[in-house]
């Protein structure tokens, strides 16, 4: 079994940074994608970004240029570096691991952010 700990969400105003980090422990195949989702109320969970266990990334529009994901396969550990964080950015963000040959998806409990003057 696969768990994820996520830590670093928290209360910011607008333009300041946040650094989540998302910890995965167990048995974990080395072809994986490690990503962030965010869930604001009312609205469905959507991908913030995601990196292949080779390095590739895909960021939503929304983030692009603000935030960067990164990932230390020594330690299965993704990193989401938010900056010029804007209102919007406010929600839950869920670090999410998927083994590529097993299928296999697994979610972390979430962490709020919430971006507020």
């Known amino acids: 079994q696969v768990q994820l700990v996520e830590s670093g969400g928290g209360l910011v105003q607008p333009g300041e940074s946040l650094r989540l980090s998302c910890a995965a422990s167990g048995s974990i195949f080395s072809l994986n994608t490690m990503g962030w989702y965010r869930e604001a109320p009312g609205k469905q969970r959507e991908l913030v970004a995601r990196i292949f266990s080779a390095g590739g990334r895909n960021y939503a529009d929304s983030v692009k240029g603000r935030f960067t994901i990164s990932r230390d396969n020594a330690k299965n550990t993704v990193y989401l570096q938010m900056n010029s964080l804007k209102p919007e950015d406010t929600a839950v963000y869920y670090c999410?691991?998927?083994?590529?040959?097993?299928?296999?998806?697994?979610w972390g409990q979430g962490t709020q952010v919430t971006v507020s003057s």
């Open positions: 999410n691991l998927f083994e590529v040959i097993k299928k296999s998806n697994y």
